[in-house]
């Protein structure tokens, strides 16, 4: 057994280097903070906040964040200025910005257009503005920019099938999926079971939230019913390891976030985290950021913490990162594209690669 402490040292420089991926960052919860100063003096000529510190708490946890429900509650304050199309356009826009300084080659932006609608905004309307504010990100940073369209567990299942239609009517014109979002406990996942079937006959890849904030049987439900063929979070399927056995023979890849999930106590501390004994179980984990202002974090920062926490070496964050490349949603001839850039890049830096 290598203990974490005898591992070798992860070059820094070299570490900050390689390309990389995110296909789990939330729109409204990456907004930059200067932004949202911004948007609330455009929008309403006031602030609602007295200091620059006060407006950071109010859109960022920190250490002493209590439970998922703390960190939600983030959102509420954010959202009420993401109602219009060109606030949405530019918080898109800017989240690729953010993504390219860590040289994120690709990244999947989720969000949820029935939270948009307080001015009476389509679906089709926030779906286009988001959309449109991600391929100028990619044309000005180079960085492939693509949308995932969540529905919500809270939401009635009229809601939901209207995200699903307008997300259909983009797909492959900058959406590349559909997700399930919201209170694990309150909504299981079988609750969904039609609407994820008419998503699947629409031609619809899904990656559903579970195992997050509720058990192993939210996760399975989530394959073996609704058809999600990506999960988001999974930390609590080790809870069962017949769900564990499903994710890695289907070869489901997990859409892990580290820091997140630590600061909604999804787990009890970094001892307690899975994403090692997942890896070494040959399950297809990759690592984003999920909420890159709510958390604090970016895509280096997360794998700074797997080194410091886990003992991650370089050629384990690449291995990570190659997963998260081949599980992109996207289509088979810009995948092998992606891929041989991406082994190209790891190459010429002389990093290696282990199995996916």
Known sequence: M?????????????????????????????????????????????????????????????????????????????????????????????????????????????????????????????IHHVVEGLKRGEQTFGTIARAIVICLRSHSYEMNKDVVQEAARFYKKGVVAVDLAGDEASFPAELFRQLFEEARQLGLP???????????????????????????????????????????????????????????????????????????QGIIVTVNTDNMTVSDTNILKEYEQLIEHCGFTLTEIATIIMNGVKAAFLEEEEKRLLIERFESEFTALGVGVGPF
């Open 2 to 126: 290598t203990f974490i402490n005898e591992r070798p040292a992860v070059d820094k420089a070299l570490l900050s280097q390689l390309p990389k991926v995110d296909l789990h960052v939330h729109l409204d919860g990456s907004v930059k903070p200067e932004t949202l100063k911004e948007l609330a003096l455009e929008q309403s000529g006031t602030l609602p906040v007295h200091s620059d510190a006060e407006l950071l708490s109010n859109m960022q946890v920190n250490e002493q964040c209590e439970s998922l429900t703390q960190y939600l509650s983030k959102f509420s304050f954010v959202l009420p200025y993401l109602q219009t199309g060109a606030a949405l356009e530019r918080v898109a826009y800017e989240l690729v910005e953010q993504a390219s300084k860590d040289r994120v080659k690709y990244v999947e932006v989720r969000f949820a257009p029935q939270l948009h609608r307080l001015q009476d905004m389509s679906v089709d309307e926030v």
């Open 206 to 280: 899904i990656t559903i939230h579970a195992g997050e904030a509720a058990g192993a049987e939210n996760v399975q439900v989530a394959i073996t019913e609704l058809g999600a063929v990506r999960i988001g979070h999974g930390v609590r399927m080790l809870e069962n390891p017949e769900v564990v056995r499903l994710v890695k023979e289907r070869r489901i890849p997990l859409e892990m976030c580290p820091l997140s999930n630590i600061q909604t106590k999804a787990v009890s501390g970094w001892d307690a985290y899975p994403v090692r004994s997942y890896l070494e």
